[in-house]
């Protein structure tokens, strides 16, 4: 049974100094990937209104807080062998740096069921779901060129990309955002063609989720159906409904939301 983290772990300032605004379950094990017990959640914060006003040589980092925790919620490192949770917490500002240019932890922290919600943002994640973009499919793409281009033998990598482009591709095609990865091979016949794909994911979860040798023809097999996935995502990118853009409008009335949020935060 996985364990639920506290809500208060959030609002605890010797934890986290910051306002919380919304944070997710993601990582391998979430996307039906990984069988560790190690959990990581990503989300999203307000910095402390002094700290942001300083000068940017002298205030203390924050746009990206990583924090790594026991399963006694005391603060531990990210390598240590007590760690039970991972924590990463991007400053609004840098959240909407990485939502204009479509980063796939966007798309989780806006799509997965959240494990706490700030009930005052609740406005602000629901505006920004509504302007959306499909820079998934670049996002998508980009990952594949990364990782499975640089080394087309690794298993692991093979699977993630097969997992991003079909992920991106329903998304792009349905709107709809599909986290666990068995559910987008065994749910949506369109990607039952994909045979060595199916069959190198099958062999990595049968083996609890161990990488194995792949066979030359498997090697071979799916090199060839991702690069007919990078088609079909080219594809879905020109007939998606999704803008190309957020719309300027909203973009300004989240920015508007966000600096009063801030205002608020300083005079109280």
Known sequence: MIKKLPEDIFLNKEILNIFPISYVRTGSNVYGLSSKINQEFAGIHIMDTMNYLKHPDFREKEDILRVSL????????????????????????????????????????????????????????????????????????????????KDRTDQRKIIMSFYRLLQAITFLREEEYIINAKTLWEEYPQFKKYEYGYRVFSKFVDRDFEKTKLTEKEITGTAKELEMLIDEINKAFIGTRLPDTTPKKLLDYVMKDIVEKRMQLHLS
């Open 70 to 149: 026991s399963k006694n919620n005391k603060l531990t490192t990210e390598d240590h062998k007590n760690k039970f949770y991972g924590i990463t917490s991007f400053e609004i500002w840098k959240f909407i740096s990485l939502y204009l240019n479509g980063s796939i932890v966007t798309y989780d922290i806006l799509y997965l069921s959240p494990e706490y919600i700030n009930p005052q943002c609740e406005q602000i994640m629901n505006t920004l779901r509504s302007g959306i973009t499909n820079k998934i499919g670049i996002s998508a793409k980009t990952y594949v060129m990364n990782n499975w281009q």
